[in-house]
């Protein structure tokens, strides 16, 4: 059984920045790449962004350019999303996934973490 | 971007009963997309990729079709743990891109 354990709920204020972990096995961390998807309130899924875990090399659309960063940590097999000037419309569940190819469907999914922004 | 649309929105039906529903991109996308299963308060599941490839370990009453702009998941026969919402994504270019979802409930 595959598994992304992610980090627990966040609650921050507007402007704020948070951080989401992201912890895989380490033959997963090391053969696929990941990716971050959130979901705001009774809403669908929306496309954060992608990490190749052992490179550090990302891709965000365009939206999150500036905002976004994702980074690596290869000793303790885990992959992070930073989300800065966090607004109230940021308030959702962040999910991380897991991708066999850059251009490959989410086989596999963290269990998600809830992040609030409210003043 | 790539979007997508799916149709219906939301659908109910009873246990047994054969379902489909439709995702259209805006534009071709070959057969770069997958097909997700969401339940309330859990993460996503594959159920489909490339258009048309079941998932290991998804039950074989899904079917999936379609290539350029409009695709299709099928449920030939609804079981109790199908109610969910399902999401067709995207693989053709970035940013990959989700549709809307359609709800299907018990009737």
């Known amino acids: 059984q595959v598994q992304l354990v992610q980090s627990g709920a966040e609650l921050k204020g507007p402007g704020a920045s948070v951080q989401v972990s992201c912890k895989a096995s380490?033959?997963?961390?090391?053969?696929?790449?990941f990716h971050w998807v959130r979901q705001a309130p009774g809403q669908g899924l929306e496309w954060l962004g992608r990490?190749?875990?052992?490179?550090?090399?990302?891709t965000f659309p365009q939206k999150f350019q500036g905002r976004v960063s994702m980074t690596s940590d290869t000793s303790i097999y885990t992959v992070y999303i930073d989300l800065k000037r966090l607004k109230s419309d940021d308030t959702a569940v962040y999910y991380c996934?897991?991708?066999?190819?850059?251009?490959?469907?989410?086989?596999?999914w963290g269990q998600g973490t809830q992040v609030t922004v409210s003043s | 971007d790539i979007q997508l649309t799916q149709s219906p929105s939301s659908l109910s039906a009873s246990v047994g009963d054969r379902v489909s529903f439709t995702c259209r991109a805006s534009?071709?996308?070959?057969?770069?997309l997958a097909w997700y299963q969401q339940k309330p308060g859990k993460a996503p599941k594959l159920l489909i990729f490339?258009?048309?490839t079941l998932q290991s370990g998804v039950p074989s009453r899904f079917s999936g079709s379609g290539s350029g702009t409009e695709f299709t998941l099928t449920i030939s026969s609804l079981q109790p743990e199908d109610f969910a919402t399902y999401y067709c994504?995207?693989?053709?270019?970035?940013?990959?891109?989700f549709g809307p979802g359609t709800k299907v409930d018990i009737k």
């Open positions: 534009q071709g996308i070959s057969n770069y």
């Open positions: 994504q995207q693989l053709n270019s970035y940013p990959f891109t």
């Open positions: 380490r033959s997963t961390f090391r053969n696929y790449f």
């Open positions: 990490i190749n875990p052992n490179s550090g090399d990302s």
């Open positions: 490339s258009a048309s």
């Open positions: 996934a897991r991708s066999e190819q850059w251009l490959a469907p989410f086989d596999s």
